[in-house]
């Protein structure tokens, strides 16, 4: 299978380590001097740290960086790929003008996915010849440690290009959500929206510190959702599954959802005491070594994930 990444910054680089390490033949343009050398510099120390977890799935570093390889031009990159994955700035003209210059270069069967985290693909797409093979194909970041991607439609994506996308993105053992239709925020940052706004409410109206927020998430509910989904948490927290539970406890969550109907201010002294109980926790000098902490965390928790699945 042959890939292009287009923008070889933080999620492209990480894109092309989740392709090549899913067999992949990967082709990196970056239009900006110097930036795809200097990226691709950086992937020997990615999949060191892979190695050391055995998430390279049984292959060498050598195997995986052999299937990376820059291209010269934007032409050179795209031409005849099964799969285009565009990772440039997160700027609607930019991303508008890229795919008109892409669409010159690519014939009927290639996918021409972007990673956006929130630009719907109708503001961007719409001008394309090739408009039929236009999507999102979402990823959090990192793609290689992280498998959900949210993959949305435009209305004119045909179903062929949704089901390849599909397939391919599976073949690299990535998790695609498929939504039948685009929506603002799409569906993680939907929830991870909704979510937050019931911490910047809680945190407003005084009745619990940000941290305490933060301990409730990561040693409560997140033990759950990290192996089963909300859904799935209801069907097995009521004897008679998910029907039970809304019988049971609907009641209680009316009443919650009417008292959650002002919009929370995220700015403003909430944003303020929400910034003085983090830099207490993490001085900003060291919140670049805590991004690296993160990173290690997640690759033990893929490293975990993958030993339970065998
Ligand atoms: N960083 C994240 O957490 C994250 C997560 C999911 C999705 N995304 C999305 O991925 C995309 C890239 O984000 P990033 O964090 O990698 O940004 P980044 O700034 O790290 O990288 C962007 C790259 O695009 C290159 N570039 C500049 N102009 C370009 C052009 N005209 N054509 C092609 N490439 C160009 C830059 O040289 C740079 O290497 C954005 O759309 C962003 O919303 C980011």
Redesign the pocket.
């Known amino acids: 299978m042959d890939i292009a990444i287009?923008?070889?910054?933080?999620?492209?680089r990480a894109w092309s380590v989740a392709f090549a390490r899913g067999g992949a033949s990967v082709r990196l343009f970056?239009?900006?001097a110097g930036?795809a050398e200097k990226?691709i510099a950086e992937i020997p120390r990615m999949l060191a740290d892979l190695a050391e977890l055995d998430l390279l799935g049984g292959q060498s570093a050598d195997d995986i960086t052999g299937r990376i390889a820059l291209a010269p031009s934007l032409g050179d990159a795209v031409r005849d790929v099964d799969y285009l994955q565009e990772?440039?700035?997160?700027k609607v003209d930019?991303k508008a003008a890229?795919f008109a210059e892409i669409d010159r270069h690519v014939s009927g069967k290639t996918v021409l996915a972007s990673?956006?985290?929130i630009i719907l693909p109708s503001l961007f797409t719409g001008h394309l010849a090739h408009k039929a093979q236009a999507i999102v194909v979402?990823?959090?970041?990192p793609p290689h440690l992280i498998p959900a991607v949210e993959v949305v439609p435009a209305p004119w994506t045909s179903q062929e290009t949704i089901d390849r996308t599909r397939t391919i993105q599976l073949a690299i053992g990535q998790k695609p959500i498929v939504m039948m239709k685009e929506i603002d925020g799409f569906l993680m940052n939907r929830l991870q929206g909704a979510l937050l706004e019931e911490c910047f409410r809680l945190l407003e109206g005084g009745y619990v510190s940000a941290e305490d927020i933060d301990v409730g998430l990561k040693d409560g509910l997140a033990m759950r959702w990290s192996f089963m989904g909300p859904f799935e948490t209801i069907d097995l927290n009521a004897p008679g599954g998910i029907r039970d539970y809304v019988q049971r406890y609907d009641g209680g969550f009316i009443k919650i959802r009417d008292g959650a109907m002002h919009r929370a201010d995220w700015r403003g002294a909430t944003l303020d005491r929400a910034e003085a109980e983090r830099r207490a926790l993490l001085p900003a000098e060291k919140l670049a070594e805590r991004h690296r902490w993160r990173d290690r965390q997640l690759m033990q928790l893929a490293a975990f994930r993958k030993r339970r699945s065998e």
Do not use: F, K, M, Y
């Open positions: 287009i923008g070889a910054g933080l999620i492209g970056d239009p900006v930036a990226s990772c440039a700035p997160e930019l890229l990673s956006t985290s979402h990823p959090l970041n």
